[in-house]
């Protein structure tokens, strides 16, 4: 079975930015998010909260802390 990894969207007041896609984990410290792709690659955000993790589409969207 071959495994994809999912999309990570920002939700923003204009709209919805594509982050991330294979991302494969997603590591919360603290304040801190931090979203590891397939390849190792890293991209870390402070403030974010998850708004909605969709299993099926394999899309995960966050939004900033208010």
Do not use: C, F, P, Q
Request: without cysteine; hydrophobic residues 45%; negative net charge.
């Amino acid at each position: 079975m071959v495994m994809s990894g999912s999309t990570v969207y920002m939700s923003t007041k204009d709209g919805v930015l594509e982050l991330v896609s294979n991302a494969v984990r997603l590591i919360k410290e603290g304040d801190r998010l931090t979203i590891v792709d397939d390849v190792g690659e890293r991209l870390e955000l402070s403030n974010v909260l998850v708004k909605e993790i969709n299993l099926l589409s394999g899309n995960i969207v966050l939004e900033k802390e208010a």
